[in-house]
């Protein structure tokens, strides 16, 4: 979608004496697992074989980027089969993917989850059964192949969520309720408003564990470098209990912007596979519910996005949190993909559009303009990636006071002009590690 060339008068036009950038590390715990097919094989020596052998058993795979998440999925299906099992696969994600089948496969093709890659096919529907309710009478929904299978396994990345704080967040849970619902049950949960999810989640959990025969859930844990740190298969009567732990972990291993305060943060990409609302609340504080647990982020007067990866499909939900963006974001977007997406959640700010400027140079101008109490040397200026890839950084030197008390930041090389090429495109800050 493309609206046109913008024309503002503002005073003083666009231009903006903008300050040199330094590049800066800011470092995390670096815990890692080193050989995923080891553990993962020692890990489902757990199941026993009677509940393996001659099963045909749905593994779940959802919308979001994992580190090494062909090797989890073809090790899983390979160490299955070994054991006489037929597993297949099942796209887990609520209503991404455009609420279709074909859009659930097509997410999984983007992290290479294919029958070739895994050895698994892939059964895709939008078909769901109910298989329970809550007290109140709300029906809990599951996908038509997943409950036809002997047995389920819930894999899943266990991380904090976008929207709202609990014991379960992200994670097996979620994806047992949701993810595994397709859209239907989405809609269905999300009707009772993120403000519930910490009493709704654990009690739809309990149901479908009760209901389903599910053979284990399978926790992923990654690092702040969004490195693969932690496998781990779980029982499905402990799923409730190891996952509470879990997310502690995996909060304690996020990555954050170690700054209190921040004028400018400009985000050179946002996308599906990097947060649920494009660009972590966890790090923004803004989180598209408006629910409070997010005041551990700094505080930013403006925020800029400059693009969208290609493995959000067109679904740039989350721009709504955004101050500025630009034309080139525009093009990219579907906006039948971000609705659904929002409307599903029940929460619309994601999906609404920023302020929209011809490019990058223009939008980080606006977003210089419109900050209150700064001058050109004293604006403090955060660039990121995005807001999973927060080691590598880059800030105005107004802003280095701030780490002469912090051992976890260091100056990483010399400070360097913000270059824009012909057309008002941001350039690379340099080549990142």
């Avoid at 803004?286 to 067109?314: C, N, W, Y």
């Avoid at 949190?321 to 977007?333: C, G, M, P, Y």
Wanted: net charge negative.
């Amino acid at each position: 979608m493309d609206i046109g060339k913008i024309q503002v008068n503002i005073e003083g036009g666009l231009d903006y004496p903008f300050p040199p950038l330094i590049p800066v590390e800011q470092d995390f715990k670096r815990e890692s697992l080193g050989d995923i097919a080891s553990t993962l094989s020692s890990e489902l020596e757990k199941l026993p074989a009677s509940s393996i052998s001659g099963k045909s058993i749905a593994i779940t795979v959802g919308s979001r980027g994992i580190d090494g998440l062909v090797e989890i999925v073809s090790t899983l299906v390979g160490q299955l089969k070994k054991r006489g099992a037929k597993p297949f696969i099942v796209p887990s994600m609520g209503s991404h993917g455009g609420a279709t089948a074909e859009g659930q496969i097509k997410v999984l093709s983007s992290y290479g989850i294919t029958q070739k890659s895994t050895g698994a096919c892939i059964r895709a529907s939008m078909e769901v059964v109910e298989v329970g309710q809550l007290n109140d009478g709300t029906p809990l929904y599951i996908d038509r192949f997943a409950s036809e299978a002997d047995g389920i396994i819930i894999a899943n990345k266990i991380k904090p969520h976008a929207d709202f704080k609990a014991n379960y967040e992200s994670g097996l849970v979620k994806m047992l309720c949701i993810g595994l619902g397709k859209h239907k049950g989405a809609v269905t949960l999300h009707q009772h408003g993120f403000d519930r999810f910490h009493e709704i989640l654990p009690n739809a959990a309990k149901v479908l564990l009760e209901k389903l025969p599910i053979l284990c859930g399978l926790a992923i844990l990654e690092n702040a470098f969004d490195k693969l740190m932690h496998l781990e298969v779980i029982s499905p009567q402990q799923i409730l209990l190891r996952e509470k732990e879990l997310l502690e972990v995996a909060k304690a291993s996020i990555g954050r912007l170690m700054f209190p305060r921040i004028d400018v943060l400009i985000i050179d990409e946002i996308g599906k596979n990097i947060s649920g609302e494009g660009m972590d609340p966890n790090v923004t504080g803004r989180p598209g519910s408006g629910l409070p647990g997010f005041s551990d982020a700094p505080k930013i007067q403006k925020i800029v996005v400059l693009d969208l990866t290609p493995e959000s499909h067109g679904n740039g939900v989350g721009i709504g949190l955004a101050d500025v963006s630009t034309r080139h974001f525009l093009k990219k977007i579907d906006l039948g993909a971000i609705y659904t997406n929002a409307i599903t959640a029940t929460i619309l700010n994601p999906a609404k559009l920023p302020l929209i400027m011809n490019n990058d140079k223009e939008a980080i101008a606006v977003a210089l303009k419109t900050c209150n109490r700064i001058t050109p040397d004293t604006v403090r200026i955060v660039r990121i990636k995005n807001t999973l890839e927060l080691h590598r950084i880059w800030i105005s030197p107004s802003m280095l006071e701030d780490m002469e008390n912090n051992e976890n930041l260091k100056v990483d090389g010399d400070e360097s002009p913000i270059e824009f090429d012909i057309s008002g495109r941001i350039l690379a800050a340099e080549k990142r590690q």
